[in-house]
């Protein structure tokens, strides 16, 4: 199906651990990015890319590094995973002439 | 100060009455607004989409916004528990592409 697809849905994962979130969108829209969600705070943004090869740092960016090799995949991984990583992390795409459709989270827990 | 505020309820309404969600924002570059919604683990989804000042309506919805006082209005006529989700404002400095800017969300429960 058409659309934008996260993986893993569930993680728990321990603190000091790379762990690396995938993103992957159907459509080839220019725009992607990374936002979390947590009580209290809404979605904030990490990173931002606007083509291959191009990102830029959001709202939140320590800890997370990202990378847009091809146009349709733009995995966030993080580092060393801290507690307060834990959150529920939302990818997003964006054509020049569409808003922008999210895909369903992935809910990380870092123990 | 957060860019865009939204105060996060949780509203709770019995079927058929009119509710009001409010955002506030700070930044007069903010020059698109939207209003999405999220049902419960699920992502956001756009549901209004407006350009500088003035009033949408779609169905039951109509977005509304006062760019002189930086405020951010979304009314659902006839609420129905269907609409139980939890409701985010946003907004960016230029067309779609650009970084989107949310509120914290207010949660929404009505009643039947």
């Known amino acids: 199906d058409a659309g934008i697809t996260q993986s893993p849905r569930y993680k728990i994962t321990e603190t000091g651990r790379q762990v690396t979130l995938m993103c992957h969108q159907t459509w080839s829209h220019s725009y992607m990015f990374w936002y979390r969600q947590d009580l209290g705070h809404g979605l904030r943004l990490i990173y931002y890319s606007a083509a291959a090869d191009i990102t830029d740092k959001g709202e939140v960016p320590d800890g997370y590094v990202v990378s847009r090799s091809k146009t349709e995949n733009f995995p966030l991984t993080l580092e060393s995973a801290t507690r307060s990583q834990t959150s529920v992390y939302f990818c997003a795409a964006a054509g020049a002439n569409t808003e922008a459709f999210f895909g369903q989270g992935t809910r990380l827990t870092v123990v | 100060q957060k860019e865009v505020e939204q105060d996060p309820g949780p509203l709770s309404v019995p079927e058929g009455a009119i509710v009001s969600l409010n955002c506030t924002y700070s930044?007069?570059?903010?020059?698109?607004f939207m209003w999405y919604r999220q049902y419960s683990r699920k992502g956001p989804e756009l549901l209004m989409y407006t350009y500088s000042s003035g009033n949408k309506e779609d169905g039951r919805f109509t977005a509304q916004v006062d760019k002189s006082s930086k405020y951010i209005s979304l009314f659902i006529r006839d609420s129905q528990p269907s609409d139980s989700a939890t409701y985010l404002c946003a907004t960016q400095k230029g067309e779609y592409g650009n970084k989107l800017v949310f509120g914290a969300g207010t949660i929404l429960r009505v009643k039947s």
């Open positions: 930044n007069s570059a903010f020059q698109y």
